[in-house]
């Protein structure tokens, strides 16, 4: 983790000595501590204070794309820091406006909360949500958003992106003989999220707040890839410059995500499993990692961010391993991760 994660706030918002919940300071005061910790960013021209921000698109065009954390199926209070979750908002909705080709202008982000969540927890939050987006793209800004009361912790994010004049990466324009690329770690949050089952449980299996600070210490890249990535945001922009001919951000599975692009395209995806590394299977399986997958002409000069994992072959959708047929297995919200336990 970063400096400015291990000196974050406690899992419980322990930022500020002031023990206020949401329900005790109500909607207008509790606005009034989140809001200071956030900056709109350059391409605001109204920020927060009125019914609408109004932000610049020099484009002409927004690239826009939404995302929900659910406490439960997406985080555990019990393992993942407020400033982690905050951080983690931005950083997966940035890298779907990446894999757009675009550069992140704004964000929007709405929290629903018990009303007994400490106002020092959504602090936590907020502080993930400026420092995520100062590192990841510096420039962007949170703009507006909503607040609302909830049995079940809930933040969604809106984001913003602006093509530059560009025209937006799909999925649908590999073609037979591109080479396939892959910007980012390959199963490292997988990894992180196995040894938080594993060891980061108590002897009922719940998550245990305590056995998570103790793996963070010992495994902080791991443990990190999974409830704060740090994936390669600007590498869509680079990628869109070096011709790519079609991208998706990797959310879901390196496989899961790489048989949409394979679909959408008409083809099929052959990947070299020197370099998928030792476990192929967790390569290809594990999610959130948040890694950018493109397609690229065979003889183009791939951005520095990119490593070629593969190459796009005849097909409708499916996916080899040095030609032998892999399943499409990932993550799946009202499944699980059909690798986790592999």
């Known amino acids: 983790m970063s400096d400015s994660m291990s000196a974050a706030s406690d899992p419980m918002g322990a930022a500020s000595a002031e023990p206020s919940t949401v329900a005790e300071l109500g909607e207008s005061a509790t606005l009034a501590r989140i809001l200071p910790r956030l900056t709109p960013g350059d391409a605001a021209l109204l920020g927060v204070g009125d019914d609408a921000a109004v932000v610049r698109a020099p484009d002409g065009r927004f690239v826009v794309t939404t995302d929900m954390m659910v406490h439960g199926p997406d985080f555990r209070l019990a393992w993942s820091t407020p400033f982690e979750l905050g951080w983690k908002a931005a950083a997966t909705n940035l890298t779907d406006v990446a894999a757009m080709g675009a550069r992140p202008t704004a964000l929007v982000v709405a929290i629903a909360a018990p009303p007994t969540t400490p106002v020092s927890l ?103 890839a999974q409830l704060a990535p740090s994936p390669p945001v600007s590498a869509g922009v680079a990628a869109a410059l070096a011709g790519a001919t079609a991208m998706l951000d990797v959310s879901d599975g390196l496989a899961r995500d790489a048989r949409r692009l394979a679909e959408a395209s008409g083809v099929g995806l052959d990947f070299d499993a020197a370099t998928l590394g030792a476990d192929v299977r967790l390569a290809l399986a594990g999610a959130e990692d948040h890694g950018l997958l493109a397609t690229f002409p065979p003889h183009a000069a791939l951005p520095a961010e990119f490593d070629a994992i593969g190459r796009v072959v005849e097909g409708t959708g499916e996916l080899f391993v040095d030609a032998a047929p892999v399943a499409a297995e990932g993550w799946d919200p009202y499944a699980g991760w059909d690798g986790r336990a592999g």
């Open 122 to 224: 959504l602090e936590g939050i907020a502080d993930g949500l400026r420092e995520g987006l100062a590192r990841l793209a510096p420039g962007a800004g949170v703009v507006g958003g909503d607040l609302s009361a909830s049995s079940v912790l809930t933040i969604a994010v809106t984001a913003f992106g602006d093509l530059d004049g560009r025209a937006p990466i799909l999925r649908s324009g590999a073609r037979v003989g591109d080479v396939v690329a892959h910007a980012g770690v390959r199963g490292d949050a997988a990894r992180g999220l196995r040894l938080l089952f594993a060891e980061g449980t108590d002897a009922s299996g719940e998550p245990d707040r305590e056995l998570a600070a103790a793996l963070r210490a010992r495994h902080p890249e791991l443990i990190a």
